[in-house]
């Protein structure tokens, strides 16, 4: 025996046509609720800043935040620029642009936390110094390394200039003048 099936409907609902206002109704229906931020799956708010770089006018620069898995994060300009376990560095770098930047005339302060404070604290009384000048010395790090690099760049600057420097190795390789 075959077996017999109901004839379908090609509309599921053919007595009951689309208002064509409907699309109307929902748009405003979705403009009246709040508007909702996207989340990320299982994410809390990921970073809490400990220390940040402000202009003049209080906005933001540079900042040093933990991240809830206990990572430190160096965000410069609104991007990550690395992170670390240790979070003193990533300040002493912050002053040390805090410095360039007022070189340069612009009106700059680092902030930062009790907690961040701490930790230098800590890391100045293992080197038998005063967190002002453990910070200071770490700052100027960041001060030397720039300046060698300046050095050496003034060093082949002259050595090019004198014409004693690469121009008689690159000689004996040159062709002879008769060939």
Known sequence: MAAHWPKMALHPFPSTPMSRQSKAKRDQRKKRQPKRPFLRLNRDPQVVNHA?????EQRVVAAIG?????????????????????PVPMLAMLK???????????????QYSEQLQQMIDDLAADEGKTSEEYLAMLVSEFEDTGAGEDEDEDISADGDDAGDGDDGAAQPNAPAKGE
């Open 66 to 86: 933990l991240e809830a898995g206990g990572e430190w994060l160096l965000s410069i300009g609104g991007q990550s620029m690395g992170s670390a376990d240790n």
């Open 52 to 56: 940040v770089m402000v202009d003049e």
């Open 96 to 110: 040390h642009l805090a410095g360039v930047q007022e070189k340069e005339g612009k009106q700059v302060e680092v």
